[in-house]
């Protein structure tokens, strides 16, 4: 049986957090790929700050050289209004994807019952919450999904939350803007892919 996370964001820039959490994520559950799929318009964060081919184009350097990792512009395809849950119903009605794991931060779980269609979200695929630093999961969200272990989680394709522990990595998107607008590349660097760090600087962005 195919294994596939989904990742989603505005990844306005990309960050090493990102590409850490899909390594983990993948090596712990054993995927056999993760998707990166970049929003179109998102509903709860602002609009992205540079162009779609922007966002493209770094995503492309940051997981260059991850055979597991695959770049997806279904929502960017679409366009509109970037909901979830029409993203899944589509991702599943191909048929290279069997079992589908959506992999979420804690502060986008701690989101989810305000999210389109939650419950059918859950009927579609399994959720993958990772800590992040300083934000706690609401416990009470959903409780009755929840399974406590890898292993708990069985064959099932779908219903099931986990929250998976892995190595936090304080780089945020918000963050690394922030560095770019001063001018303080060696602090950005440290959270951006260098590739993507080159794109940046070359085309003039967050400036």
């Known amino acids: 049986m195919k294994t596939t996370g989904i990742l989603g964001g505005t990844f306005d820039p990309v960050h090493r957090g990102h590409i850490r959490i899909a390594e983990q994520v993948r090596s712990q559950l054993a995927l056999d790929k993760v998707h990166f799929l970049p929003c179109a318009n998102p509903v709860h964060r602002e609009l992205p700050q540079v162009s779609d ?5 770094m995503i492309e350097l940051a997981i260059a050289g991850y055979s597991e990792f695959r770049l997806n512009t279904l929502e960017l395809d679409r366009g509109g209004e970037s909901y979830m849950i029409d993203s899944l119903r589509q991702i599943c009605g191909q048929s290279q994807f069997e079992r589908i794991f959506l992999i979420l931060g804690a502060d986008a779980f701690n ?8 419950e059918e979200i859950l009927q579609i ?5 990772c800590r992040r630093p300083g934000i706690e999961i609401n416990q009470s969200l959903a409780s ?25 990595n304080s780089c945020s998107s918000s963050a690394v ?27 003039h962005l967050y400036e």
Do not use: M
Request: a negative charge; one cysteine or more.
């Open 111 to 118: 989101l989810f019952q305000s999210w389109k269609s939650p």
């Open 144 to 168: 009755g999904h929840r399974v406590n272990s890898i292993e708990a989680l069985g064959g099932r394709s779908h219903g099931c939350i986990l929250a998976l522990d892995i190595d936090e």
């Open 177 to 203: 803007k922030q560095q770019l607008q001063t001018g303080d590349h060696a602090q950005a660097a440290s959270c951006l892919p260098e590739a993507v760090l080159k794109y940046i600087v070359s085309n």
């Open 125 to 129: 695929v399994n959720l993958v919450v």
């Open 53 to 57: 081919t922007d966002r493209v184009a």
